[in-house]
């Protein structure tokens, strides 16, 4: 296979998880480009990097600067990377299809994952063990959440609102304690964008990626979240590559086949560590935060989507499924801002939160952004964040 002949456009190259894909393909020999929205974009800086352009605002104008830009240096593939450019790029899925291979899912199909009402309906079908879930519309409505045990944690179902909806609820997810704390905050939203509310699971984050091919998992990954931001549930800021479970890949797998998924996806569940029950949080149908992991480990989700979209690439070798076990990735700017929220909070002893956060210096520790091979995305990084201060 020609890799340096099937050029690939990623869309868009603002964030880790582009850039991660960016060098997993780059590493390869295969020619990189890449859009971006932010002006100090990490993945323009990448050595990998052949090119990049600025995406417009207006979606027919970004449409015309990606064809644009795609003929101009032969691509062959475009990778969608936030569900916001994956949702402009599947307006234009017609257009685009007739010229590239396009590796990542419909909009029919990626809606499953981007609404979390449709996905945990999906895992109820399959039997999927879910958090008790309520999604008021109404004050009124609200009251059904009495009976939930507290605390419980608010979720947008989507962040799909019509062009120039201010969006009052601006949390990934928030904890919320008792009843009477939950009807202020819900008072203080405009109808129609309530978030739903659903049973805390406590215990940590454990994500299972596949690369689904046919109905099929040809690559999977399981990790930990070590640390996550804010502490009680949010983004991975470390995580640690885990020998995998055969029921979370039994039911991930399953839960995939149902949704009728090809191509890239993590499944996260949280586990409750007194009781060991796992429940299905949600599904990210693109690449996810803490992809980092899975491609330092071994399992290199990026090269194998695009490898896997071949006629007769079964024939060629499959991925392994072996992978780093205990490996651990970190977002340093992420796990700092935990140190921070700990020590303000004081959510555990201050001698222990720096002890942990002090020990993740250790030689095996692997980087979000840092990469002794491609070190001027980090250093650019550091001077935006050093100029914005």
């Known amino acids: 296979m020609h890799f340096k002949q099937n050029p690939v456009l990623i869309v ?20 990189v480009y890449c859009a971006q929205t932010l002006p100090y974009a990490v993945g323009p800086c990448s050595t990998y990097c052949r090119g990049s352009f600025l995406l417009p605002k207006d979606c027919d104008a970004a449409f ?113 304690d008792t009843f009477a704390n939950l009807r202020r905050i819900m ?25 689904m091919r046919g109905g099929k998992a040809v690559l999977y990954f399981q990790h930990l979240r070590v640390r996550e931001m804010p502490p009680e549930g949010g983004v991975s800021v470390i995580c640690e590559a885990m020998t995998p479970e055969p029921k979370l890949l039994e039911h991930s797998q399953r839960l995939l086949v149902q949704m ?30 803490s992809l980092p ?12 989507l695009y490898r896997t979209s071949f ?18 990735a970190r977002s340093l700017a992420g796990d700092t801002l935990w140190l921070l929220s700990v020590l303000r909070r004081r959510v555990m002893p201050p001698a222990q939160a720096l002890c942990e956060y002090l020990s993740s210096f250790r030689p095996s520790t692997r980087y979000f952004l840092w990469a002794w091979d491609d070190p001027k995305p980090a250093m650019c990084n550091f001077a935006k964040r050093f100029w914005k201060s």
């Open 12 to 31: 868009t190259g603002d964030t880790i998880m582009g850039l991660t894909v960016l060098r997993s393909l780059g590493r390869r020999g295969i020619p």
């Open 64 to 176: 015309a600067a990606v064809q644009e830009h795609a003929r101009q240096w032969g691509i062959t593939h475009i990778i969608g990377i936030s569900e916001k450019h994956i949702a402009l790029l599947n307006r234009y899925r017609a257009e685009l299809e007739k010229e590239y291979t396009l590796l990542f899912p419909s909009q029919e199909v990626f809606e499953r994952a981007t609404h979390k009402d449709i996905t945990l309906e999906y895992a109820r079908r399959v039997k999927i063990p879910v958090p008790e879930t309520v999604y008021p519309q109404t004050m009124e409505e609200l009251e059904e959440c009495r009976h939930l045990q507290f605390p419980v944690v608010l979720k947008l179902v989507h962040h799909e609102f019509p062009p120039g909806t201010i969006i009052a609820f601006q949390h990934k997810y928030l904890r919320v």
């Open 187 to 211: 008072g203080e939203l405009p109808s129609g964008q309530y978030p739903m509310v659903q049973e805390y699971i406590p215990g940590k984050g454990v994500g299972v990626s596949m690369l």
């Open 260 to 289: 009728g998924w090809d191509g890239v996806a993590m499944v996260e569940y949280r586990r409750d560590a007194e009781t060991g029950r796992y429940a299905l949080m949600e599904v990210n149908g693109r690449f996810w935060g």
């Open 293 to 304: 992991n899975a491609v330092h480990a071994g399992a290199d989700f990026p090269f194998w």
């Open 311 to 328: 006629r007769g690439w079964e024939t060629a070798g499959s991925p392994t499924q072996d992978y780093k076990v205990g490996l651990q």
